[in-house]
Structures are given as structure tokens and as C-alpha cells.
């Protein structure tokens, strides 16, 4: 059974963090950095965030977060670090009866290369899998996205396979995707 907490959680980083990043609930301020680091080709290129990405769309990511959570959808945390956003990373995807969730992330261009995202997938894993009790969490990387791969392993997961044809990119190109997993031990 998923424990899923009433209220959203914030998750703050424990006193000897090397990295003191917060994981918090998506917020209005929130609105404008996510429109803004989402004009970055790259995080349309190797994520399911469309191009070109409007403003509104910031919006109704932001808004409708929290219906999601309720409704056990998904999770879409804010990564913050000393106060500042820095992208975003959550659970969708979820099978709660196969206690397994599929874990998505994106970091702002200004803050990337620092470990940051690597914290916060070992962050958001561990209350997955210790306080809500999934049993499984998977990851998907663009077979070309080596950034993302080296993120996962550095978080502690493994590669399972490699998805031929797995996901249609904007003008019908089909790529290949790793899948990489994480499973209560």
C-alpha cells in the first residue's frame, strides 16, 4: 500500500546536505522561472516539455499540481536551493497497485553541472521508496542524453535496458531511451 501523505510534502535537506537544496510544493512565484527555463532547447529536447513553451502552459503546470497530487496522479516538486528555483522533478506515471512511479526532472541551464539534480533524485527516491513505500522507480533517458544517464547512476540507479523506438519526438522522429530503475531493497 502508498502512503500518501494528506498534505503535500516539503522536504528539506538534512543538516549535513553537501548540497542544501528543498524539495517544495510548485507555487505562483514559481510561474515565471518555469516559462523562462523552459525557452532552453535542450529541456524540450530531452524531456516531454513542448516546444515552443508558452507561458500558459507555466501556468496550468503550476496550477493544476496540486488537483494531481489529490487526485494521486502525480507529484511535481519545485527544486529550490538557498531560496532560489532551480527546475523541477516529481513522480508521474504512478501504478499504485505495482507500487511504481516513473520519475521526471528538468534544472534550470544556470544551475546545471553542480550536482544539484543528482541530490534531488537521491532526495525525492528516498521518500518514495522509505515514506510513501514504493517498491520500484523508474527513469527514462534519451539514449543521447549521457548529462541525465550519469545523473541516475549517480543517484544510485541501474541501468535495465535499452527501449528501442520508445518515445516520438516533435516531427514524428522515433528515439531510442534507457530505462533506468531504483527498487526497495
Request: glycine share 6%; hydrophobic share 40%.
Amino acid at each position: 500500500m502508498i502512503n500518501w501523505p494528506i498534505d503535500f510534502p516539503t522536504i528539506t535537506p538534512a543538516p549535513d546536505a553537501a548540497i542544501p537544496i528543498t524539495l517544495r510544493p510548485l507555487r505562483e512565484s514559481d510561474i515565471d522561472p518555469i516559462f523562462n527555463a523552459c525557452q532552453d532547447p535542450t529541456i524540450s529536447a530531452f524531456t516531454r516539455v513542448p516546444s515552443p513553451y508558452e507561458r500558459s502552459m507555466a501556468e496550468d503546470f503550476v496550477r493544476e499540481s496540486d488537483v494531481a497530487y489529490r487526485n494521486h496522479l502525480s507529484i511535481s516538486f519545485a527544486i529550490e536551493l538557498q531560496g532560489n528555483f532551480v527546475g523541477t522533478i516529481g513522480l508521474h506515471s504512478i501504478q499504485l497497485g505495482d507500487h511504481m512511479a516513473e520519475i521526471g526532472y528538468w534544472i534550470d541551464s544556470t544551475y546545471r553541472g553542480q550536482g544539484i539534480c543528482t541530490e534531488a533524485l537521491k532526495i525525492i527516491s528516498k521518500f518514495s521508496i522509505e515514506v510513501m513505500g514504493f517498491r520500484r522507480l523508474e527513469a527514462l533517458a534519451d539514449s543521447v542524453n549521457i548529462a541525465s544517464q550519469k545523473v541516475m547512476e549517480g543517484a544510485g540507479y541501474h541501468r535495465d535496458a535499452l527501449l528501442k523506438n520508445r518515445a516520438t519526438r516533435p516531427g514524428g522522429r522515433q528515439i531510442d531511451m534507457e530505462l533506468y530503475s531504483l527498487v526497495q531493497r
